[in-house]
């Protein structure tokens, strides 16, 4: 197989050490020769939930979780088969912390436990999230899509801290 589209969204390097390639048009294996692509069909419930791929990471249990523009779905690399876990078309990206798959973007947080698929958290921003990074393996650190404010969400405490941009620098 080849490339199933040039518009790249976004990689990753599995523990098995393929590449996953997060496309326009469906999701990617690549192994340094060979491409194998996976795509979504209406007619296989077991397919990835839409073919724009944002992302892709795998969690501790060595699971791959792919981020689609139609929602989250893990994907079994054994059989090769989808669990839907979240449908939203309003999710740009994700992270993986401590058990927990932290998605983002236009609808805030939505944290889903890596043990039982349960959502356990779900966080709405009313101006969304653009961007996260991690801190210490229990803070995350957002970036309003609007505005440029800043949240730290903890997961230890189970605490929320908003910063306004305004209030950045002083």
Not at 29 to 51: A, K, L, M
Not at 73 to 98: A, P, W, Y
Not at 115 to 143: C, H, L, M, Y
Not at 153 to 166: G, K, P, Q, T, V
Request: glycine fraction near 10%; charged fraction near 20%.
């Amino acid at each position: 197989g080849e490339l199933p589209n040039l518009k790249i969204n976004d990689f990753y390097q599995d523990d098995d050490e393929y590449v996953w390639i997060s496309t326009d048009y469906g999701i990617c294996r690549y192994n340094g020769i060979d491409y194998v692509n996976y795509f979504h069909s209406s007619s296989v419930p077991t397919s990835i939930p839409s073919n724009k791929v944002l992302s892709s990471l795998q969690d501790g249990s060595g699971r791959l979780w792919v981020l689609t523009t139609a929602g989250v779905c893990r994907f079994d690399r054994r059989t090769e088969q989808v669990t839907g876990i979240l449908s939203d078309k309003n999710l740009r990206g994700m992270v993986h912390v401590n058990g927990t798959i932290i998605c983002y973007g236009g609808s805030g947080f939505v944290c889903i436990s890596t043990g039982d698929d349960s959502i356990s958290i779900n966080s709405p921003e009313k101006d969304g999230v653009r961007s996260v990074t991690v801190q210490n393996g229990t803070q995350i650190w957002a970036i309003s899509e609007i505005g440029g404010n800043i949240s730290c969400y903890d997961l230890e405490f189970n605490r929320i801290d908003h910063i306004s941009a305004e209030d950045v620098g002083k």
